[in-house]
Protein backbone atom coordinates (compact mmCIF):
# COMPACT_ATOMS: atom_id res chain seq x y z
CA UNK A 1 0.00 0.00 0.00
CA UNK A 2 1.06 4.02 -0.57
CA UNK A 3 2.01 5.95 2.53
CA UNK A 4 -1.09 6.46 4.49
CA UNK A 5 -1.61 10.35 5.61
CA UNK A 6 -3.39 11.76 8.19
CA UNK A 7 -5.70 14.43 6.48
CA UNK A 8 -8.71 16.87 7.61
CA UNK A 9 -11.81 17.54 5.59
CA UNK A 10 -13.72 20.85 5.99
CA UNK A 11 -17.23 19.77 5.74
CA UNK A 12 -19.79 16.85 5.30
CA UNK A 13 -21.37 18.58 2.28
CA UNK A 14 -20.97 16.72 -1.17
CA UNK A 15 -17.85 17.47 -1.82
CA UNK A 16 -16.48 16.65 1.45
CA UNK A 17 -18.62 12.81 1.72
CA UNK A 18 -16.85 12.41 -2.18
CA UNK A 19 -13.25 13.62 -0.78
CA UNK A 20 -13.48 11.65 2.24
CA UNK A 21 -14.76 8.38 0.25
CA UNK A 22 -11.81 8.30 -1.46
CA UNK A 23 -9.28 8.87 0.85
CA UNK A 24 -10.37 6.23 3.06
CA UNK A 25 -10.41 3.86 0.25
CA UNK A 26 -6.61 5.04 -0.51
CA UNK A 27 -6.31 3.61 3.20
CA UNK A 28 -5.60 7.47 4.53
CA UNK A 29 -6.81 7.90 8.02
CA UNK A 30 -9.65 10.91 7.96
CA UNK A 31 -11.10 13.11 9.95
CA UNK A 32 -14.22 14.76 8.59
CA UNK A 33 -15.27 18.37 10.70
CA UNK A 34 -18.38 19.08 10.34
CA UNK A 35 -19.67 22.71 11.69
CA UNK A 36 -23.53 21.44 12.03
CA UNK A 37 -25.21 18.63 13.63
CA UNK A 38 -25.84 16.97 10.30
CA UNK A 39 -23.84 16.06 6.73
CA UNK A 40 -25.29 17.07 3.53
CA UNK A 41 -24.41 21.02 3.80
CA UNK A 42 -26.35 22.82 1.29
CA UNK A 43 -29.16 19.46 1.22
CA UNK A 44 -30.08 20.03 4.56
CA UNK A 45 -33.44 22.51 4.46
CA UNK A 46 -33.39 25.27 7.27
CA UNK A 47 -36.51 27.30 7.34
CA UNK A 48 -34.47 29.91 9.58
CA UNK A 49 -33.85 32.71 7.94
CA UNK A 50 -30.94 35.14 8.51
CA UNK A 51 -31.40 38.53 10.86
CA UNK A 52 -30.69 40.67 7.98
CA UNK A 53 -32.56 39.21 4.77
CA UNK A 54 -29.73 40.81 2.78
CA UNK A 55 -26.79 39.26 4.35
CA UNK A 56 -25.45 42.28 4.44
CA UNK A 57 -24.41 42.61 8.79
CA UNK A 58 -20.89 40.96 8.81
CA UNK A 59 -22.88 40.23 12.62
CA UNK A 60 -25.62 38.31 11.44
CA UNK A 61 -26.07 34.95 12.63
CA UNK A 62 -25.65 33.30 9.43
CA UNK A 63 -27.54 30.09 7.95
CA UNK A 64 -25.61 27.85 5.84
CA UNK A 65 -28.59 26.27 3.72
CA UNK A 66 -29.92 28.74 0.64
CA UNK A 67 -32.89 25.82 -0.41
CA UNK A 68 -36.05 27.35 -0.33
CA UNK A 69 -38.99 24.46 1.09
CA UNK A 70 -40.36 23.78 -2.50
CA UNK A 71 -37.13 23.24 -4.23
CA UNK A 72 -36.06 20.28 -6.83
CA UNK A 73 -32.65 19.32 -8.88
CA UNK A 74 -32.71 21.36 -11.33
CA UNK A 75 -30.46 18.44 -12.85
CA UNK A 76 -32.00 15.04 -13.99
CA UNK A 77 -31.33 12.44 -11.03
CA UNK A 78 -29.21 10.48 -13.51
CA UNK A 79 -26.29 13.04 -13.44
CA UNK A 80 -26.56 13.28 -9.68
CA UNK A 81 -25.16 9.95 -8.82
CA UNK A 82 -21.47 8.89 -8.06
CA UNK A 83 -19.60 6.82 -11.04
CA UNK A 84 -20.58 4.15 -8.69
CA UNK A 85 -23.17 4.58 -6.68
CA UNK A 86 -26.89 4.90 -7.77
CA UNK A 87 -29.21 7.44 -6.84
CA UNK A 88 -32.52 5.51 -6.61
CA UNK A 89 -34.48 7.15 -3.73
CA UNK A 90 -38.03 7.30 -4.19
CA UNK A 91 -40.97 9.82 -2.76
CA UNK A 92 -44.20 8.20 -2.63
CA UNK A 93 -42.87 5.08 -4.27
CA UNK A 94 -41.98 7.17 -7.33
CA UNK A 95 -38.35 7.55 -8.59
CA UNK A 96 -38.55 11.16 -9.96
CA UNK A 97 -36.34 12.27 -12.32
CA UNK A 98 -35.74 16.25 -10.74
CA UNK A 99 -36.00 15.13 -7.14
CA UNK A 100 -36.89 16.87 -4.13
CA UNK A 101 -34.28 18.50 -1.53
CA UNK A 102 -35.40 15.61 1.11
CA UNK A 103 -34.32 12.75 -1.79
CA UNK A 104 -31.45 14.35 -2.74
CA UNK A 105 -30.39 14.19 1.51
CA UNK A 106 -31.76 10.89 1.89
CA UNK A 107 -29.29 9.71 -0.86
CA UNK A 108 -26.51 11.07 0.78
CA UNK A 109 -27.50 9.87 3.77
CA UNK A 110 -27.33 6.78 2.19
CA UNK A 111 -23.72 6.94 0.28
CA UNK A 112 -22.44 7.98 3.94
CA UNK A 113 -23.77 4.94 5.64
CA UNK A 114 -22.52 3.02 2.73
CA UNK A 115 -19.29 3.72 2.79
CA UNK A 116 -18.73 3.99 6.38
CA UNK A 117 -18.40 7.99 6.35
CA UNK A 118 -20.33 9.14 9.36
CA UNK A 119 -18.17 7.46 11.94
CA UNK A 120 -15.41 9.89 10.80
CA UNK A 121 -17.35 12.72 10.76
CA UNK A 122 -16.91 15.20 13.90
CA UNK A 123 -20.45 16.97 13.78
CA UNK A 124 -20.90 20.66 15.93
CA UNK A 125 -17.43 20.84 15.23
CA UNK A 126 -16.52 24.13 13.20
CA UNK A 127 -13.00 24.91 12.39
CA UNK A 128 -11.46 28.33 12.86
CA UNK A 129 -8.25 28.36 12.10
CA UNK A 130 -5.72 25.80 9.83
CA UNK A 131 -1.95 27.17 9.74
CA UNK A 132 1.22 25.37 9.09
CA UNK A 133 3.91 23.93 11.23
CA UNK A 134 6.88 22.50 9.64
CA UNK A 135 5.62 19.78 7.64
CA UNK A 136 2.24 19.34 9.16
CA UNK A 137 -1.35 20.98 9.31
CA UNK A 138 -2.08 22.51 12.34
CA UNK A 139 -6.66 22.44 12.50
CA UNK A 140 -8.03 24.61 14.90
CA UNK A 141 -11.74 23.95 16.23
CA UNK A 142 -14.22 25.43 18.22
CA UNK A 143 -12.68 25.50 22.04
CA UNK A 144 -9.15 25.99 20.68
CA UNK A 145 -8.50 22.25 19.94
CA UNK A 146 -5.49 21.33 17.61
CA UNK A 147 -4.82 18.56 16.10
CA UNK A 148 -1.84 17.90 13.35
CA UNK A 149 -2.60 16.19 10.02
CA UNK A 150 -0.29 15.64 6.99
CA UNK A 151 -2.98 17.50 4.90
CA UNK A 152 -6.15 19.62 4.77
CA UNK A 153 -9.29 19.56 1.93
CA UNK A 154 -10.99 22.41 2.40
CA UNK A 155 -15.00 21.77 1.44
CA UNK A 156 -17.01 24.14 3.28
CA UNK A 157 -19.31 25.20 0.32
CA UNK A 158 -19.68 28.46 -1.67
CA UNK A 159 -23.02 29.34 -1.79
CA UNK A 160 -24.24 31.11 1.72
CA UNK A 161 -22.55 34.21 1.28
CA UNK A 162 -25.10 36.22 -0.94
CA UNK A 163 -24.21 38.58 -3.99
CA UNK A 164 -26.29 41.78 -4.20
CA UNK A 165 -26.64 43.08 -7.01
CA UNK A 166 -25.21 46.66 -7.76
CA UNK A 167 -27.48 49.07 -8.72
CA UNK A 168 -27.39 52.73 -7.77
CA UNK A 169 -29.97 53.49 -5.31
CA UNK A 170 -31.00 49.85 -4.31
CA UNK A 171 -29.80 50.97 -0.76
CA UNK A 172 -31.87 53.57 -0.30
CA UNK A 173 -35.05 52.29 -1.70
CA UNK A 174 -37.34 51.95 0.73
CA UNK A 175 -39.20 48.71 0.16
CA UNK A 176 -38.70 45.42 1.57
CA UNK A 177 -35.41 43.35 -0.07
CA UNK A 178 -34.18 39.85 0.32
CA UNK A 179 -31.67 37.39 -1.27
CA UNK A 180 -33.00 34.35 -2.31
CA UNK A 181 -30.47 32.72 0.11
CA UNK A 182 -33.13 33.88 2.86
CA UNK A 183 -36.09 32.93 0.15
CA UNK A 184 -38.07 29.92 1.95
CA UNK A 185 -42.03 30.20 1.02
CA UNK A 186 -44.00 32.19 -1.14
CA UNK A 187 -46.64 33.30 1.93
CA UNK A 188 -44.73 36.72 3.26
CA UNK A 189 -45.27 38.04 -0.59
CA UNK A 190 -48.97 37.63 -0.49
CA UNK A 191 -50.85 40.19 -2.37
CA UNK A 192 -47.50 42.47 -3.10
CA UNK A 193 -46.01 43.71 -6.05
CA UNK A 194 -42.45 41.60 -6.22
CA UNK A 195 -39.42 42.35 -8.63
CA UNK A 196 -37.14 39.33 -8.59
CA UNK A 197 -33.61 39.94 -10.18
CA UNK A 198 -31.77 37.25 -11.75
CA UNK A 199 -32.43 34.87 -14.62
CA UNK A 200 -30.79 31.86 -13.11
CA UNK A 201 -32.95 28.42 -12.05
CA UNK A 202 -33.34 30.17 -8.58
CA UNK A 203 -35.57 33.22 -10.07
CA UNK A 204 -37.31 31.67 -12.24
CA UNK A 205 -38.75 28.62 -9.23
CA UNK A 206 -39.08 31.71 -7.20
CA UNK A 207 -40.86 34.00 -9.79
CA UNK A 208 -43.32 30.99 -10.36
CA UNK A 209 -44.04 30.32 -6.77
CA UNK A 210 -44.21 33.85 -5.40
CA UNK A 211 -46.82 34.53 -8.51
CA UNK A 212 -49.11 32.20 -6.71
CA UNK A 213 -49.42 34.64 -3.66
CA UNK A 214 -48.26 37.54 -5.25
CA UNK A 215 -50.29 40.23 -6.86
CA UNK A 216 -47.67 41.32 -9.72
CA UNK A 217 -44.05 39.54 -10.49
CA UNK A 218 -41.37 41.51 -12.76
CA UNK A 219 -38.13 39.04 -13.61
CA UNK A 220 -36.12 41.49 -14.68
CA UNK A 221 -32.50 40.08 -16.18
CA UNK A 222 -29.29 41.32 -17.46
CA UNK A 223 -29.78 39.38 -20.68
CA UNK A 224 -29.64 42.08 -23.97
CA UNK A 225 -32.30 42.38 -25.76
CA UNK A 226 -35.13 41.47 -23.27
CA UNK A 227 -38.52 43.20 -23.94
CA UNK A 228 -40.96 43.87 -21.58
CA UNK A 229 -43.89 41.06 -21.84
CA UNK A 230 -45.84 38.86 -19.73
CA UNK A 231 -45.06 35.60 -19.65
CA UNK A 232 -46.98 32.40 -21.34
CA UNK A 233 -48.80 30.37 -19.00
CA UNK A 234 -48.80 33.23 -16.36
CA UNK A 235 -51.46 35.48 -15.73
CA UNK A 236 -49.22 38.03 -13.25
CA UNK A 237 -45.75 37.31 -14.28
CA UNK A 238 -43.59 39.97 -16.72
CA UNK A 239 -40.04 39.75 -18.10
CA UNK A 240 -38.22 43.14 -17.99
CA UNK A 241 -34.75 43.94 -19.16
CA UNK A 242 -32.04 45.09 -16.79
CA UNK A 243 -33.25 47.52 -13.56
CA UNK A 244 -31.18 50.89 -14.09
CA UNK A 245 -31.90 52.48 -10.98
CA UNK A 246 -33.96 52.44 -7.58
CA UNK A 247 -36.24 55.74 -6.97
CA UNK A 248 -36.25 56.68 -3.14
CA UNK A 249 -40.27 56.50 -3.81
CA UNK A 250 -42.88 55.91 -1.05
CA UNK A 251 -44.64 52.80 -2.23
C1 LIG B 1 -30.50 26.64 -4.18
C2 LIG B 1 -29.50 25.64 -4.72
C3 LIG B 1 -29.90 24.64 -5.59
C4 LIG B 1 -28.98 23.71 -6.10
N1 LIG B 1 -29.44 22.73 -6.92
C5 LIG B 1 -28.57 21.80 -7.39
C6 LIG B 1 -29.03 20.70 -8.20
O1 LIG B 1 -30.22 20.60 -8.52
N2 LIG B 1 -28.11 19.77 -8.61
C7 LIG B 1 -26.79 19.87 -8.26
O2 LIG B 1 -26.02 18.99 -8.64
N3 LIG B 1 -26.34 20.90 -7.52
C8 LIG B 1 -27.18 21.85 -7.07
N4 LIG B 1 -26.72 22.88 -6.27
C9 LIG B 1 -25.28 23.00 -6.04
C10 LIG B 1 -24.83 22.51 -4.67
O3 LIG B 1 -24.08 23.57 -4.16
C11 LIG B 1 -24.04 21.24 -4.79
O4 LIG B 1 -24.94 20.22 -5.23
C12 LIG B 1 -23.41 20.72 -3.52
O5 LIG B 1 -24.41 20.55 -2.52
C13 LIG B 1 -22.26 21.55 -2.99
O6 LIG B 1 -21.61 20.78 -2.01
P1 LIG B 1 -20.37 21.27 -1.17
O7 LIG B 1 -19.93 20.11 -0.38
O8 LIG B 1 -19.40 21.96 -2.06
O9 LIG B 1 -20.91 22.44 -0.20
P2 LIG B 1 -22.06 22.43 0.93
O10 LIG B 1 -23.14 21.50 0.57
O11 LIG B 1 -22.39 23.86 1.15
O12 LIG B 1 -21.34 21.84 2.22
C14 LIG B 1 -20.38 22.54 2.98
C15 LIG B 1 -20.38 21.96 4.39
O13 LIG B 1 -19.27 22.52 5.11
C16 LIG B 1 -19.68 22.84 6.43
N5 LIG B 1 -18.77 23.89 6.90
C17 LIG B 1 -18.60 25.14 6.36
N6 LIG B 1 -17.64 25.82 7.03
C18 LIG B 1 -17.18 24.98 7.99
C19 LIG B 1 -16.18 25.10 9.02
N7 LIG B 1 -15.46 26.23 9.15
N8 LIG B 1 -15.97 24.07 9.85
C20 LIG B 1 -16.70 22.91 9.70
N9 LIG B 1 -17.66 22.73 8.76
C21 LIG B 1 -17.90 23.76 7.93
C22 LIG B 1 -21.13 23.28 6.27
O14 LIG B 1 -21.85 23.21 7.48
C23 LIG B 1 -21.63 22.29 5.21
O15 LIG B 1 -22.14 21.11 5.79
C24 LIG B 1 -27.61 23.81 -5.74
C25 LIG B 1 -27.20 24.82 -4.86
C26 LIG B 1 -28.12 25.73 -4.35
C27 LIG B 1 -27.63 26.79 -3.40
C1 LIG C 1 -25.03 7.15 -13.02
O1 LIG C 1 -25.67 7.86 -14.07
C2 LIG C 1 -25.12 7.64 -15.35
C3 LIG C 1 -25.75 8.60 -16.32
O2 LIG C 1 -27.15 8.48 -16.33
C4 LIG C 1 -25.33 6.17 -15.74
O3 LIG C 1 -24.75 5.91 -16.99
C5 LIG C 1 -24.66 5.29 -14.68
O4 LIG C 1 -24.98 3.95 -14.94
C6 LIG C 1 -25.15 5.67 -13.29
N1 LIG C 1 -24.35 4.93 -12.32
C7 LIG C 1 -24.87 4.36 -11.25
C8 LIG C 1 -23.95 3.57 -10.42
O5 LIG C 1 -26.04 4.47 -10.99
Redesign the pocket.
Known amino acids: MEKSFKVAV???????LAAARELKREGHQVVV????DKLG???VYDPRIESDPLGLDPNREVV?G??YSS?R???PRQL?NFSDYPFEIKKNGELRTFPGHEEVLEFLNEFAREFGLVELIRFN???VRVHRVNSQWIVESELSLEEAFDAVIV?????TQPRIADIPGIEKWPGKQIHSHNYRVPEPFQDQVVVVIGDGP?AHDISEEIAMAAKEVHLSSRSPEIKVTKLDYYDNIWQHPKVIKFLPLKI
Open positions: IGAGVAGYEKSGTWHSLLTNLMTEVCNGHHS
